[in-house]
């Protein structure tokens, strides 16, 4: 199972605790007010946007606070002024690990992201070392047991889909960024469920782990990625079988 399907999978199922912290809103009132103040309030005109709002809907956020979202990130009403980057380095075995920052505070997020690599067995990188290695795709995972694999092809391609890709427990529809909302819209229109979907950086080749001990220090540093405040997305291109996964968790 690759990297970037699998662990965002789980990162799915365990967004319900999450939620309950807050963390799952926090990110998507962020990404709401970005996508807002760069592509217009508008979701039809807005694909990110649109994005945004069908990304919070999912997780039941009320409509008041997608509104208020997007009324502060089009500076109809007063709201703290996201910063974009990434950060990009190396995870135990040379993982590469990329992972985007959305934050008021450039200095803060900088020392913490640089504290976590180094506590946790990988390096920081420079700008673009690993970021040629990932391509912008759009992500639709299904448990194997929801149709066939002839079936979820035909339906999946002739919807627009670039690949159907066997991932282990997991079938992986993936699609050009532009066209994912259409090929999800097919998806839930025929009440076809998916594990997940998401427009994400799929890697063009992975590292394989089977070391138990290198795995378990990898999703340590993918975990304390992910509950930094400043981190809304982790990207990595590790490979971890299926019966090593599954001991670890």
């Given at each position: 199972?690759?990297?970037?399907?699998?662990?965002?999978?789980?990162?799915?199922?365990?967004?319900?605790?999450?939620?309950?912290?807050?963390?799952?809103?926090?990110?998507?009132?962020?990404?709401?007010?970005?996508?807002?103040?760069?592509?217009?309030?508008?979701?039809?005109?807005?694909?990110?946007?649109?994005?945004?709002?069908?990304?919070?809907?999912?997780?039941?956020?009320?409509?008041?606070?997608?509104?208020?979202?997007?009324?502060?990130?089009?500076?109809?009403?007063?709201?703290?002024?996201?910063?974009?980057?990434?950060?990009?380095?190396?995870?135990?075995?040379?993982?590469?690990?990329?992972?985007?920052?959305?934050?008021?505070?450039?200095?803060?997020?900088?020392?913490?992201?640089?504290?976590?690599?180094?506590?946790?067995?990988?390096?920081?990188?420079?700008?673009?070392?690993?970021?040629?290695?990932?391509?912008?795709?759009?992500?639709?995972?299904?448990?194997?047991?929801?149709?066939?694999?002839?079936?979820?092809?035909?339906?999946?391609?002739?919807?627009?889909?670039?690949?159907?890709?066997?991932?282990?427990?997991?079938?992986?529809?993936?699609?050009?960024?532009?066209?994912?909302?259409?090929?999800?819209?097919?998806?839930?229109?025929?009440?076809?469920?998916?594990?997940?979907?998401?427009?994400?950086?799929?890697?063009?080749?992975?590292?394989?782990?089977?070391?138990?001990?290198?795995?378990?220090?990898?999703?340590?540093?993918?975990?304390?990625?992910?509950?930094?405040?400043?981190?809304?997305?982790?990207?990595?291109?590790?490979?971890?079988p299926d019966e090593l996964m599954e001991s670890l968790e």
């Amino acid at each position: 199972m690759s990297g970037h399907s699998k662990w965002a999978t789980i990162k799915h199922k365990k967004g319900a605790a999450d939620a309950k912290r807050g963390k799952v809103f926090t990110r998507l009132i962020k990404e709401l007010m970005v996508a807002a103040r760069m592509g217009g309030a508008n979701p039809d005109g807005n694909p990110r946007l649109r994005a945004a709002v069908l990304a919070a809907k999912a997780e039941n956020m009320p409509k008041d606070n997608i509104d208020r979202a997007i009324k502060k990130g089009a500076g109809e009403l007063e709201g703290v002024n996201y910063e974009e980057f990434n950060y990009e380095g190396y995870g135990p075995a040379g993982v590469a690990v990329l992972v985007d920052i959305m934050t008021d505070n450039r200095n803060r997020a900088a020392s913490e992201i640089r504290h976590i690599f180094s506590r946790n067995n990988g390096n920081l990188g420079e700008a673009g070392c690993v970021a040629w290695m990932f391509n912008k795709k759009g992500s639709i995972v299904f448990d194997k047991k929801t149709m066939a694999e002839e079936e979820l092809m035909e339906m999946a391609l002739d919807a627009g889909a670039e690949d159907v890709a066997d991932q282990g427990d997991q079938f992986e529809v993936i699609t050009a960024p532009e066209e994912f909302l259409n090929v999800k819209e097919v998806f839930d229109q025929k009440g076809i469920a998916y594990e997940l979907a998401e427009v994400t950086m799929v890697p063009q080749t992975t590292v394989k782990i089977e070391d138990a001990k290198t795995a378990q220090q990898l999703l340590k540093l993918m975990d304390a990625l992910e509950d930094s405040d400043d981190v809304q997305n982790v990207y990595a291109n590790f490979d971890i079988p299926d019966e090593l996964m599954e001991s670890l968790e």
